[in-house]
């Protein structure tokens, strides 16, 4: 009699065991879900933050010179932040931002800047001075074309900016 109540109490001893190893393992396990959840909001509002400075333009059709300039300063600083080269950005994972300017040149042919991000400032400024006003003194003005948005980062790749006739 003695030897069975002795089982019957280690039995009960293991099955609380189970029971509070179980519950150890359940909570662990939300608390990564929740903790996965978290980062993964943390991300996209990452995300989000960096694309807005660059969908905000897209359509945009009275962005001038210094817009311009403004776009690639940026694009070029988050490049230079993330150490992302020219070089390093595959087509298909990409975080790499790159800005295309479409310029009319004086003899009226259409230039394609690519790269813009990766400009000198000398650059930057011999494009504001060429491509802010007209012979009459009116601002020029350049449509914001397209932002692409790389579907495997999400982060914006590339941004395109067309001289308005």
């Known amino acids: 009699m003695e030897n069975a109540s002795n089982a019957l109490i280690m039995a009960a001893t293991i099955l609380i065991g189970v029971l509070i190893i179980s519950a150890g393992a359940f909570l662990f396990n939300q608390f990564g879900e929740n903790s996965k959840t978290i980062n993964e909001r943390m991300e996209q509002a990452q995300k989000d933050q960096i694309n807005a400075q660059f969908v905000k333009f897209e359509g945009v059709k009275t962005c001038t010179a210094h817009d311009i300039v403004s776009v ?4 070029k600083e988050y490049n230079k932040n993330n150490e992302l080269t020219i070089a390093n950005s595959g087509e298909s994972g990409s975080y790499y931002i790159q800005v295309t300017v479409k310029a009319s040149n004086s003899d009226n042919s259409v230039g394609k800047l690519s790269n813009f991000e990766d400009a000198t400032q000398e650059n930057y400024q011999n494009f504001m001075k060429k491509y802010s006003l007209t ?15 790389n579907d495997k980062t999400g982060y914006v790749s ?7 006739n």
Do not use: M, P, W
């Open 72 to 75: 690639a300063n940026l694009a």
């Open 135 to 149: 012979n009459d003194n009116n601002q020029l003005r350049f449509t914001c074309k397209s932002v692409t948005i």
């Open 158 to 164: 590339n941004i395109v900016f067309e001289q308005n």
